[in-house]
């Protein structure tokens, strides 16, 4: 019998949930600052989830 393997890292977030993370970083910035690197590491994740998504529903 053949069993499945499971990622070795955690799992990707959906486009949604990546989206929410992206909108709560905003929100909760602190004295103007801008975190970069931050949003641009939830902007790379959202891309692949909703570039996941659209393959998908292919």
Do not use: K
């Not at 019998?1 to 977030?13: D, H, V």
């Not at 959906?14 to 975190?35: F, Y």
């Not at 931050?38 to 996941?52: D, K, N, T, V």
């Amino acid at each position: 019998m053949y069993e499945s393997l499971n990622p070795a890292g955690p799992a990707r977030p959906s486009a949604a949930e990546a989206n929410e993370a992206i909108r709560h970083l905003v929100e909760t910035r602190v004295d103007g600052e801008w975190p970069s690197e931050a949003y641009e590491f939830l902007l790379a994740e959202w891309a692949a989830a909703s570039r996941a998504e659209v393959a998908a529903a292919q």
